[in-house]
């Protein structure tokens, strides 16, 4: 299982990236924006922080400005992955961007349909929001359920399910039971992942039993 992280902040990716944890990057225009920094220096600095996959989102809405766009973006670095709306226009560069061998992660993904489309248009990862989903009221996991199951019906679609707007560690957790490929999950998200009160708990009861022994290791 890939863990990518969500986020635009390089201070935050070159932490995270410290862990050993970080497997790739995904961003977006709205992480873009809040960092008031230039896009293609953004991008062209993560991809050397962290050598897996890092997402950079297309504007164009056509799908001649999305492939310009993307061709643009691919020639930051070897490790770019062009992030497309699961759109008409957005498949039809995907799948010749896919061709020209880029990376391409299909964004936006809402349903199990829209899924099959991005893996018949040669996308590298499709982003599912489940976090969006479940605000509306829809059990965003079970469209990650559904997308897992169809996709390891056709061997031959190599798409792998990328989960997206994760909002807390559950999702992380039932992703990984579901058998996805990828989680992108915000840091503050993958900072709670390491928590468990019972850890902390143990820890200290450890270290004060030992501070009793009065050895050190080294
Ligand atoms: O990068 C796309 C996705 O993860 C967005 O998450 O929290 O804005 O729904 P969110």
């Known amino acids: 299982m890939k863990f990518f992280i969500d986020t635009a902040d390089i201070d935050d990716i070159r932490e ?4 050993g944890m970080v497997d790739g990057v995904t961003t977006n225009p709205s992480l873009v924006a809040k960092t008031g920094r ?3 220096d953004t991008i062209a600095e993560i ?18 400005g999305m492939i310009a766009e993307g061709r643009k973006l691919a020639q930051i670095a070897d490790n770019v992955a062009v ?22 992660n299909v964004t936006l993904c809402f349903s199990a349909a829209q899924a099959i489309l991005a893996a018949k248009a040669g996308a590298t990862f499709v982003s599912p929001f489940v ?11 079970g469209l990650i359920s559904d997308i897992v199951e ?16 994760i909002r807390h560690p559950m999702h992380v957790v039932e992703a ?10 915000p840091p503050k998200i993958l900072g709670q992942l390491y928590n468990h009160p019972l850890t902390d708990k143990g820890l200290a009861a450890f270290l004060a ?6 050895q050190t290791i080294l």
């Open 38 to 40: 230039p896009f293609a």
């Open 176 to 185: 990984a039971r579901l058998g996805a490929e990828v989680v992108t999950i």
């Open 150 to 165: 169809i996709y390891a019906n056709y061997p031959e679609f190599k798409t792998e399910v990328l989960v997206a707007s």
């Open 47 to 64: 991809c050397a922080i962290v050598p897996g996959p890092i997402s950079a989102e297309v504007t164009a809405t056509d799908a001649d």
């Open 131 to 141: 976090g969006r989903l479940d605000d509306t009221g829809t059990d965003g996991m």
């Open 83 to 104: 992030k497309v709306p699961l759109t008409v226009d957005g498949l039809r560069a995907c799948k010749t961007l896919s061709d020209e061998s880029t990376m391409v």
């Open 209 to 214: 039993d030992w501070e009793k022994t009065g």
């Open 16 to 19: 995270l990236a410290g862990t």
